[in-house]
């Protein structure tokens, strides 16, 4: 079965430090990888996408970038964090087949002092 | 703008009764509908689809009703338990946009034994 691991569960950091968020899936290949955030009393917000390695697509402009160095390897980043990028960060994996759900990892807080 | 909407935000419900969520969409791509279910500090779990040519699905004690001409759809939960006291996401998503989901912001379910 798929399993999908997101670390850390928890993040507290100070403004202007670089970040790193990892993500990695188990039991499948080539899956669409995804980053959201959701913010305190939102709904889940798509940051970035990725059909292959490589292949990245960013949804929403900010201070944030992702990369895909393996398959099943998806990472958030920023070099310099803001307090606006404070957070519940979720990874997530699916497939290219229509109507499949996406799987969603346990998320990551993140707290920007 | 946002093409998901939950307008309510919170929701209470004897434990045994019926829970409704309702969500309302505006984008007429949309060609698959889900329902997630989301407890604190974790990832969001998938709990029932629909696609746009149908206008009902079951599965247990959820049931997912789609009015396309009213782009509404709705969850019902029947009967009601306490477990059943999470936040509950409506997405969408169309085949031609990558499959990607759009999340609305969210309902808040109490169910009170």
């Not at chain 2, 149908?54 to 759809?73: C, P």
């Amino acid at each position: 079965s798929q399993t999908i691991h997101q670390w850390p569960a928890t993040l507290v950091q100070p403004v202007g430090s670089p970040l790193s968020l990892e993500c990695t899936v188990e039991g499948t290949s080539n899956p669409n990888l995804y980053w959201y955030r959701q913010a305190a009393g939102r709904g889940l917000q798509l940051l970035f996408y990725s059909v292959g390695i490589g292949q990245i697509s960013s949804e929403v402009p900010q201070n944030l970038s992702a990369s895909r160095p393996q398959d099943r390897q998806f990472i958030l980043s920023s070099k310099k964090l803001l307090l606006s990028d404070s957070g519940f960060y979720l990874c997530a994996w699916g497939t290219n087949r229509v109507g499949q759900p996406q799987h969603f990892g346990d998320g990551t807080r993140l707290s920007i002092l | 703008d946002q093409q998901v909407k939950q307008n309510s935000p919170s929701l209470s419900v004897q434990e045994g009764r019926i829970s409704i969520l309702n969500c309302d969409y505006t984008n007429s791509m949309f060609d698959y509908f889900l329902w997630y279910k989301k407890y604190p500090a974790e990832g969001p779990t998938f709990l029932i689809s629909i696609s746009s040519i149908k206008d009902k699905n079951e599965d247990g004690r959820f049931t997912v009703f789609l009015n396309k001409s009213a782009k509404h759809l709705s969850l019902h939960i029947v009967p009601s338990q306490p477990g059943d006291s999470a936040v509950y996401f409506c997405a969408a998503s169309a085949q031609a946009a990558g499959n990607k989901l759009t999340f609305g912001g969210g309902t808040r379910v109490l169910v009170k034994p």
